[in-house]
């Protein structure tokens, strides 16, 4: 897998659409119930256990198979940041479940904490991601990967230390997102692992020239391409964690600034299918009373953010259709409402 920057003419050729001027698909601001969905189901594990128990008992349940040189990927946040991942679960969970795996992540196209090797490291540091290695793949270039039945993207720029890895767990704060409407599993792979200075801006800004330029149904397939070239890369070697907790509006991006989180903590949930995990989450939020979740839906809704979930399964990524399993209830089939039903009012 080539790890050395492109040429520009390269560079304009995995970033210029598809002859006819591919077009976003529509209906990204409209919820699909359970029930108009067609296709397979693939099977997404709950627990309602908030710790780093709960998020080593759901990463046992989709582990096998996760081996070799491992790669974790989650958002490490901007200094400070209130709502990531607590890092003692982190911690917990790679020396009991992962030892010897490394944290991986990206720079950042935006101005802040993140967006040179030199800031990010001393983030990490502030943030207490101290207790293992971190390598920040685009730290000295990028790499392309395949992007297979993509209308944006024939190639897609990933951080080129990515292809040294064998396996790749991903353990996701699901919440809102300025421009994507939700972060889940599918925006931690296709944001996170894209080159800072190359492959989010093909995302972010494409050819309009503007560093936002992208928005909306386009700017969620952009990111899905990038997720789909990094599943292909890894197989079946690839699994997803995704921890309903401190659901701010914002990403963790936002840092210090992000929205007062109003959402209720609801559990953690864990699948080898992006997809599914992703909608699952999605429906759990629905399923919420309408007090709870307004803030949340609105954002999903007036980013067009649900039309992540659609295209994953457009590319052949996934379904949206699952058997939810309750890991606390001996495994039975539940659905989105009765995971709902665990919420618990936010506190921080």
């Known amino acids: 897998m080539p790890a050395n920057p492109l040429s520009e003419t390269q560079k304009e050729a995995a970033t210029t659409p598809f002859v006819g001027e591919p077009q976003a698909n529509s209906g990204g601001d409209k919820y699909l119930p359970y029930s108009e969905r067609l296709g397979n189901e693939s099977i997404v594990y709950f627990t309602r256990d908030l710790s780093a128990e709960g998020l080593r008992k759901a ?164 990111f899905t391409e990038c997720t789909k070239a990094v599943l292909d890369h890894f197989g079946k070697k690839i699994a997803f964690v995704n921890v309903m907790r401190n659901m701010s509006v914002d990403c963790d991006c936002a840092g210090v600034e992000a929205a007062p989180v109003v959402t209720p903590n609801v559990g953690i949930l864990a699948s080898t299918d992006v997809c599914a995990i992703d909608t699952a989450c999605v429906d759990i939020v629905y399923a919420l009373p309408e007090k709870d979740s307004t803030d949340l839906r609105e954002r999903m809704e007036s980013r067009h953010g649900l039309g992540q979930l659609t295209y994953m399964k457009e590319l052949g990524m996934g379904n949206m259709r699952y058997a939810l399993l309750d890991m606390d209830n001996g495994g039975a089939r539940i659905t989105a409402a009765e995971a709902a039903a665990a919420a618990t009012p936010f506190a921080r």
Request: glycine share 14%; proline share 4%; net charge negative.
């Open 59 to 222: 990463w046992e349940a989709v582990a096998d198979g996760i081996d070799g040189r491992v790669a974790v990927k989650l958002h490490t946040g901007e200094p400070h940041g209130p709502n990531i991942l607590p890092h003692a679960w982190v911690q917990a969970l790679l020396e009991k479940d992962l030892p010897g795996a490394t944290i991986v992540e990206t720079n950042t196209f935006y101005e802040g904490g993140r967006d040179t090797t030199k800031k990010h490291r001393e983030t990490l540091k502030t943030n207490g991601w101290t207790f293992c290695p971190v390598d920040i793949l685009d730290e000295e270039t990028y790499a392309l990967l395949p992007v297979k039945g993509g209308k944006w993207f024939r190639e897609m720029a990933v951080g080129a230390n990515l292809v040294n890895y064998d396996s790749m767990a991903v353990l996701t704060h699901f919440k809102g997102h300025l421009m994507g409407g939700f972060g889940g599993s599918d925006k931690n792979v296709g944001i996170g692992c894209a080159s800072g200075k190359e492959g989010k801006k093909w995302i972010h800004q494409g050819n309009t020239g503007e560093q936002w330029g992208i928005s909306k149904e386009e700017m969620g397939e952009r």
